[in-house]
């Protein structure tokens, strides 16, 4: 006779074996570094497109961490912040510094540091106030700008020289050849009927009108002469007479200011001679 068999502790065992299994092997998976990892933080101006989060982090070509974070700083200089997690014993130091580098031919970048002075000053960091690490543009990040720039150069130049196709396009066609022929022949027209009619025009008329005009200018010009000179002379003698007229002026204004004088000593005299005197004793 076969026992029952209890299908619920069969189904608990497995899943507890299931369980085991993944335990077991997420610790062996699991990197140990990451608990002495310490946090770190770097900043870049340039773009980071290909940067994912947990990207690696190399010193030297070495990889000593990875990226945690990735976030947009909302200020003026509109940069990107990148949170880092890099081991406890790595010799991160003032003078170290953090560039892009791209990964194999993927596209995918990661972080590479290098330190310019090994004996230079350590950075102290923590959890609630990780130490910035300086960064700097990789020179592959400025080839690939000017690569940007030469490309946009080239595009234009390309559609400089279409728009130049197009319009020697136009004047290519029948309709523009037969329009600037037109044109052609009415300037030579016009440049024949303007070589006829200077050819009647007679030189000697001209020559002889410019005469004539140069001899009245220079009788005008004369009689102007001689009328200012007249004008002049005239002001002159009027000026003298003037002058002559003052001179005989100022004796007669120092007599007649005498004459009034006396008069005005004579007319208090006068007056006071016709006042009556009082009457004297005995009159």
Do not use: C
């Amino acid at each position: 006779m076969n026992p029952k068999i209890n299908y619920t502790l069969v189904g608990g065992f497995v899943v507890l074996l299931i369980l085991a299994g993944l335990f077991f092997i997420g610790y062996m998976t699991q990197d140990s570094r990451n608990t002495d990892r310490v946090a770190y933080v770097t900043y870049f101006y340039d773009s980071v497109s290909g940067l994912n989060e947990r990207a690696a982090v190399k010193y030297r070509g070495v990889p000593v961490g990875y990226v945690e974070k990735i976030s947009l700083v909302n200020d003026p200089e509109e940069r990107v912040k990148l949170s880092l997690r890099l081991d406890n014993d790595l010799p991160i130091r003032k003078s170290t510094f953090a560039t892009l580098q791209f990964q194999g031919i993927t596209g995918l970048l990661f972080i590479d540091l290098h330190t310019s002075d090994t004996q230079g000053e350590r950075l102290e960091t923590s959890e609630k106030q990780p130490a910035t690490i300086a960064s700097q543009s990789s020179r592959l990040g400025e080839i690939t700008e000017k690569v940007d720039v030469a490309l946009q150069n080239f595009n234009q130049l390309t559609k400089s020289l279409n728009q130049l196709t197009d319009q020697l396009s136009v004047l290519t066609n029948q309709r523009m050849q037969q329009q600037v022929s037109s044109l052609l022949t009415s300037l030579e027209q016009l440049s024949n009927t303007a070589e006829e009619r200077i050819s009647a025009f007679e030189p000697q008329v001209f020559n002889q009108l410019a005469h004539d005009f140069s001899d009245s200018t220079k009788e005008l010009q004369a009689s102007l002469t001689q009328e200012l000179q007249l004008m002049s002379q005239q002001l002159q003698n009027l000026s003298e007479d003037t002058q002559t007229s003052a001179r005989l002026l100022s004796p007669l204004l120092l007599q007649a200011e005498n004459l009034a004088e006396q008069l005005r000593l004579e007319s208090n005299t006068w007056i006071r001679s016709n006042q009556t005197q009082p009457a004297g004793p005995g009159e």
